[in-house]
Antibody
Framework: EVQLVESGGGLVQPGESLRLSCAASGFIFSNSWMHWVRQAPGKGLVWVSRINNDGSSTAYADSVKGRFTISRDNAKNTLYLQINSLRAEDTSVYYC?????????????WGQGTLVTVPS | SSVLTQPPSVSVAPGQTARISCGGNNVGSRSVHWYQQKPRQAPVLVVYDDSDRPSGIPERFSGSNSGNTATLTISRVEAGDEADYYCQLWDSSSDYVFGTGTKVTVL
């Protein structure tokens, strides 16, 4: 059974940093592209970042470029998201998501999410 | 960049058919995927590549895509189908784009 378990969220002050983690199990992690998707309270889904299977290629939404860094440790089956200079608008549930399909154009398994709250 | 527009809400009686549209410029030329999100839960993939269903998703969920509109159809709607639904595609200029979301209410 595929499992994605996020951790690291919490209440942080504007300007601070945070590292989110996602522990993966039930599939060959090193073969999978992985993503972070976020959802602000009461709002829709927004793609944040993706990393290819060996970590050699990453991509980011324009809204987070320069502040967010995605990485992975295939030996530990773990995905990370480093978030710097946190802003109130970063307040969201952050989902760890596996890329699906041969071209990785969709998201086939989602974690339960971890909430990051940044007061204004 | 791609913008995907969905109706904010759709209401349907049990046993009837719900259709959720996802509009965007030349959407029919890309693969569209659909997710169901129930309150306080993570999204679940219900349709991928326009019309394919993941294992475990009922046949009542189907999809189509042509021209400027993709559509998710839920046949024989049940109370348990009440949720938010999002379309999504990958675009070379916008990367991964989600639709605005549709709340399905079962009357």
């Amino acid at each position: 059974e595929v499992q994605l378990v996020e951790s690291g969220g919490g209440l942080v002050q504007p300007g601070e940093s945070l590292r989110l983690s996602c522990a993966a199990s039930g599939f060959i992690f090193s073969n999978s592209w992985m993503h972070w998707v976020r959802q602000a309270p009461g709002k829709g889904l927004v793609w944040v970042s993706r990393i290819n299977n060996d970590g050699s290629s990453t991509a980011y939404a324009d809204s987070v470029k320069g502040r967010f860094t995605i990485s992975r440790d295939n030996a530990k089956n773990t995905l990370y998201l480093q978030i710097n200079s946190l802003r109130a608008e970063d307040t969201s549930v952050y989902y760890c998501v596996r890329g699906g399909g041969f071209s990785y154009t969709f998201f086939d398994f989602w974690g339960q999410g971890t909430l990051v709250t940044v007061p204004s | 960049s791609s913008v995907l527009t969905q109706p904010p809400s759709v209401s349907v009686a049990p046993g009837q058919t719900a259709r959720i549209s996802c509009g965007g410029n030349n959407v029919g030329s890309r693969s569209v995927h659909w997710y169901q999100q129930k309150p306080r839960q993570a999204p679940v993939l219900v349709v991928y590549d326009d019309s394919d269903r993941p294992s475990g998703i009922p046949e009542r969920f189907s999809g189509s895509n042509s021209g400027n509109t993709a559509t998710l159809t839920i046949s024989r709607v049940e109370a348990g189908d009440e949720a938010d639904y999002y379309c999504q595609l990958w675009d070379s200029s916008s990367d991964y784009v989600f639709g605005t979301g549709t709340k399905v209410t079962v009357l």
